[in-house]
C-alpha cells in the first residue's frame, strides 16, 4: 500500500515560502528571480539549515518526504494517486523501483535542483546563450561556495537534520556517530562497512557488480541508452570522453548509468578487477544530474567536470568509467585509480564525491557484456532502480 506521513513539523515557513516563491517565478517564466531563488537555498544551507529553507528542502510541499511514499510492484501507472502523477507531470520528483522489494518509490527532487534543472531547460529550449551563461556562471558559484561551506567545521551541525532528513541508518558507517566528523563534506563521504556491502562473487572475474549505492540503468548499447534515456543531442561517445580514439573503440557500447542521490553513500568502486591505463579531467559546468533533466534535450553528461578513465581487465579486455560531477558537487576525488597503473580488484574503492548528486557511466564494448534481466526490463520502462555498491549487476560474455 502508498504509505504517508501528513505532517512535517521539521519543516519551517521559511521551506513553505521558498517553494511557494519557486513556483510563483516558474508559472511567470521569471528567470532572473529563479535566480535569486537558487541563490536564496544556497545561503539559507550555509546559514541556518540544509532542510529548512535550504538546498534539500522539497520542490512540492505537498510531499516532503520521497522515502514515505512507497508503491506496491503491482501497482499500474494509471492506480498511481492522482497527487503523485501531477508531481512526476510537473517535475516534482520521479519514480524509482527498489529493486529487493520490486517496489515502486517516489523520489522528491530539491527545490535546488528543481529550479536549477528548469533555468537550464529555459536557457537551452529558447536559445538564450547569454541567459545560459549567466545560469553557467551561477551554477559554478553557488557550488563553489556550498562546497566551501561544507568544508567549514561550522557545518556539522548539518549533519543531524540530513540524517533525520533522509532516514540513513548510520549503523552501517564505519564512523556511525555523527559527532564524529569534524565537516559536513567528511561525513558526505563517509565510509562504509565493508560488512554492510558485501561484494558478489568476489573471486569470479566474470561478475560485474554495482559501482555505487545508486539508482541505476543499463543499456545493451549506446543507441538503445539514447533511445530510452540520454536524450541531449550532443551525447555521443566522442563527446562524453573527449577522446576520439577512445570513443571508436567502444563504438555503440554497453552502458550502466548509476546515479547518486544526495543520501547515497558517495564512494565510488571498482565494478570488475582491473588495472588503470589512463585518466584525465575535463572541465566544466555543474549541471543537475536528475533523470528529469536527462530525459530533456539537455546535453548534462557532456557538459559537466568530469572525469574519463580506462582500464584493463585481466584477461585483456578494456572498459571506461566516467565520473561526472553535478549541481552542488564540488570534488571529484579519486584515491585508489588516481594514475595509470593502479590497479584495484572488484568491489575496491576508486574515489569519492563532494558534495551532492552525481554519476558514474560505465562504458563496456559491445557485446561483452549481458545485463540482470531485472534491470534490463526495469531501464526499458524507462525507470532506474536503487541498488547497492556490490551488488551483481552483470555478467561478461567469456
Not at 70 to 95: A, Q
Not at 248 to 277: G, K, N, W
Not at 373 to 379: E, G, I
Request: proline share 5%.
Amino acid at each position: 500500500m502508498l504509505t504517508s506521513s501528513s505532517n512535517h513539523p521539521e519543516y519551517t515557513e521559511e521551506h513553505y515560502n521558498l517553494s511557494k516563491e519557486a513556483e510563483e517565478h516558474l508559472s511567470n517564466n521569471n528567470h532572473q528571480a529563479l535566480m535569486e531563488t537558487f541563490s536564496k537555498s544556497v545561503d539559507a544551507t550555509t546559514k541556518g539549515n540544509i532542510v529548512n529553507g535550504g538546498i534539500h528542502s522539497p520542490s512540492n510541499s505537498e510531499h516532503p518526504k520521497w522515502y514515505h511514499r512507497k508503491l506496491p510492484g503491482w501497482v499500474h501507472y494509471h492506480l498511481i494517486p492522482d497527487s503523485l502523477m501531477v508531481s512526476v507531470k510537473k517535475r516534482y520528483g520521479n519514480f524509482v523501483i527498489e529493486r529487493q522489494t520490486s517496489e515502486y518509490k517516489y523520489e522528491e527532487m530539491p527545490i535546488a535542483t528543481r529550479v536549477g534543472m528548469h533555468l537550464l531547460f529555459a536557457g537551452y529550449a529558447e536559445e538564450k546563450f547569454v541567459e545560459l551563461n549567466t545560469i553557467h556562471h551561477l551554477f559554478q558559484t553557488e557550488t563553489l561556495k556550498q562546497g566551501a561551506y561544507f568544508d567549514d567545521p561550522k557545518s556539522v551541525n548539518q549533519i543531524p537534520a540530513f540524517i533525520q532528513h533522509y532516514g540513513l541508518d548510520m549503523s552501517q558507517y564505519e564512523i556511525s556517530d555523527p559527532a564524529g566528523y569534524k565537516t559536513f563534506n567528511e561525513f558526505f563521504a563517509r565510509k562504509v562497512k565493508p560488512e554492510a556491502r558485501p561484494v558478489s562473487s568476489p573471486e569470479d572475474d566474470s561478475v560485474i557488480t554495482s559501482s555505487a549505492d545508486c539508482r541505476l540503468v543499463v543499456f545493451p548499447t549506446v543507441t538503445a541508452c539514447t533511445d530510452l534515456w540520454v536524450k541531449g543531442k550532443k551525447f555521443t561517445l566522442a563527446t562524453l570522453l573527449q577522446d576520439e580514439a577512445l570513443a571508436t573503440e567502444f563504438e555503440d557500447a554497453s552502458v550502466a548509468i548509476f546515479r547518486l542521490a544526495p543520501q547515497d553513500y558517495h564512494r565510488y568502486h571498482a565494478p570488475a578487477s582491473c588495472t588503470m591505463e589512463s585518466v584525465k579531467e575535463i572541465a566544466g559546468s555543474y549541471f543537475t544530474v536528475n533523470p528529469c533533466a536527462v530525459k530533456e534535450d539537455l546535453n548534462v553528461f557532456t557538459e559537466n567536470h568530469r572525469c574519463v578513465a580506462s582500464f584493463r581487465r585481466p584477461d585483456g579486455k578494456r572498459f571506461a568509467m566516467v565520473f561526472v560531477g553535478a549541481l552542488l558537487v564540488g570534488t571529484i576525488k579519486n584515491t585508489n585509480t588516481s594514475a595509470p597503473g593502479d590497479s584495484v580488484k572488484k568491489g575496491e574503492e576508486m574515489g569519492y564525491f563532494q558534495y551532492g548528486g552525481s554519476t558514474v557511466i560505465g562504458i563496456f564494448p559491445k557485446g561483452d557484456v549481458t545485463w540482470d534481466d531485472d534491470l534490463l526490463k526495469n531501464s526499458q520502462q524507462p525507470v532506474e532502480t536503487i541498488v547497492h555498491m556490490g551488488d551483481h549487476v552483470g555478467k561478461f560474455i567469456q
